[in-house]
């Protein structure tokens, strides 16, 4: 891969939940590695904020552990290290009382871009909106970036919308989807809008089936009580497998463009027909040997969540009538895998002797790990016996593709941070993007309330309850098996 790092304008990042676990894992050493890329100008600073009473060293030695534990030992430098962390400092503040607001207010600088970024539980999000506004400290400079989990419903992230409204411009919010980071999933876009070859087929005509799969192999350790209220649907489906869904059926925009890009977004969304129960399987993996099942990792025995979801929904556009596309997600699977297979139909006609084997082709783009492509196609298996068929990939790695001396895939934030800064909010979802989607996955949920039944249970490292296997068997279709290559 070719570093063609620009330098982003100098910039205040405000980190609202700076000692949290998100700014440790992925938030400071983005920053670090875009400041070590030569990304972040050397007069840009982080400010930390959150509730603790520390001081700018102590904020320090907090980012030197994270960066000793979260960036890999051959992107740490001691004197880079040190250089960034002399622009880090710290200002102790709550969002429910007065002190330290002026302090922030005289520490940023009128002609830096100024991001605040909201990495704290949604319910401090409009409080913190309001202090930025009642004490001078929001302008046309300022950009806000909220993490998810973006409302657990339609109403709450109504009212989270409202509340940002109140204060901040829908042009200056970035909610975060840190899926839209990933350079996998931007080149889907790529794939499909700078190819002559894929767009003519990419309708009902050719497609038979979509499956999304987004396996995990971790479970909800150390996260029970939040992942407990929300489950692999709200946590998982309502944006990541979403937000896939979306780049994969989507009209092409007129331009790469924000708000032309979340239109059509929008437009897939709104198309996605009401899910019926028979197409949703739920399930929640049980204990395995030494491994603790879900209810104890979550501590809660009674707990009805699900670890895992399986379903299938159509799309009502001209595009997509009659193609399902069938979504899996879930903890404690076989393997750490996402992956799009858009399965096409098999030629209308063969003139050859089947062997049983279906010959369709089918496009697999992964999304991690091993990033990359491959088309499976139909060929002649060489050598006598006559004209025996098999399909073969033809695969695209992107480490092999783009080369030895190709950089390490950069980490979602870093590219989602230098996009603020840039004011870019193309990767970023829009207010009325995730209502929508929260229009569609609440009556999912309700229902499930309503009836209150167990969800299927799994064992760990398998690809989910049997009834996920039934649901595409019922069709004479399969999930691509998680082990295939
Ligand atoms: C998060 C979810 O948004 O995405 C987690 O809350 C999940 O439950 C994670 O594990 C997956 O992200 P990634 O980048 O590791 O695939």
Known sequence: MVSRTIPVDTFDLILFGATGDLAARKILPSLYRRFLAGQMPEDARVIGAARSELDDEGFREIVRDALGEFVSPSKRDGDTIEKFLAQCSYIPIDAKEEAGWDALKERIRDDAIKAFYFSVGPSIFGPLAERLRS????????????????????????????????????????????????????????????????????????????????????????????????????????????????LTAMEPPNRYDADMLRDEKLKVIRALDPVSKEDVVRGQYKASGEQPSYVQDAENPDSRTESFVALKVGI???????????????????????????????????????????????????????????????????????MRLVNVPLDMTFADALGPDGEEIPDAYERLIMDVIRGNQTLFMRGDEVEAAWAWTDPIIEEWEARGDRPASYSQGTSGPEEALALMHRDNRRWRDLEEE
């Open 316 to 386: 009502s556009n001209w595009r997509w009538k009659h193609v399902p596309f069938y979504l899996r997600t879930g903890k404690r699977m076989s393997r750490r895998l996402s992956e799009i297979v858009i399965q096409f139909k098999e030629t209308s006609h063969s003139i050859f002797e089947r062997d049983g084997l279906s010959k369709a082709n089918s496009l697999t783009i992964r999304l991690q790990p091993d990033e990359g492509m491959d088309l499976s196609v139909t060929i002649k298996e060489p050598g006598p016996g006559g």
């Open 135 to 246: 004490h001078g400290i929001a302008g046309p400079k300022c950009r806000l970036v909220v993490e998810k989990p973006f409302g657990t419903d339609l109403e709450t992230a109504r009212k989270l919308n409202d509340n940002l409204a109140e204060s901040f411009d829908e042009a200056q919010i970035y909610r975060i989807d840190h899926f839209l980071g990933k350079e996998t999933v931007q080149n889907l876009m790529a794939v499909r809008f700078a190819n002559v070859l894929f767009e003519p087929l990419w309708n009902e005509r050719y497609i038979d089936h979509v499956q999304i799969t987004v396996s995990e192999t971790v479970g909800v350790t150390g996260r029970g009580s939040y992942y407990d209220r929300s489950g692999a649907m709200r946590d998982m489906v309502q944006n990541h497998l979403m937000q896939l869904l979306c």
